[in-house]
């Protein structure tokens, strides 16, 4: 079974930075893409901030103050947040597309997911 692990996440006051981490037990490759989705209770699962192999893509509502990254030979995803905002508050899931075909936005387009860390933003 394929285990997504996150970590980072926590209660934090605007403005604050965290860095969310996901390790996955699989090797991860070049083609593969790794994203990171939130979900704040009665809401859909939305996407964060997806990478592959040549880009990165954000949500509007972060641009500029996120950033994500990531290490093949560590099969980990990273996730950057930069001066957060009480409206962010939601449950964060990491996810794995090891058959990426573009739509980065997309829930289906991710095999394997995390089973989310919390990120809780004061005002």
């Known amino acids: 079974q394929v285990q997504l692990v996150e970590s980072g996440g926590g209660l934090v006051q605007a403005g604050d930075s965290l860095r969310l981490s996901c390790t996955a037990s699989?090797?991860?490759?070049?083609?593969?893409?790794m994203g990171w989705f939130r979900q704040a209770p009665g809401k859909k699962r939305d996407l964060v901030a997806a990478i592959n192999w040549s880009d990165t893509y954000y949500a509007d509502s972060v641009k500029g103050r996120f950033t994500i990254s990531r290490d093949n030979a560590k099969r980990t995803v990273y996730l950057q947040m930069y001066s957060l905002k009480p409206e962010i508050t939601s449950v964060f899931f990491c996810?794995?597309?090891?058959?990426?075909?573009?739509?980065?936005?997309?829930?289906?387009?991710?095999?394997?997911w995390g089973q989310g860390t919390p990120v809780t933003v004061s005002s």
């Open positions: 996810a794995v597309a090891p058959r990426y075909t573009g739509r980065y936005y997309y829930t289906d387009e991710y095999a394997y």
């Open positions: 699989i090797s991860i490759y070049n083609n593969y893409a």
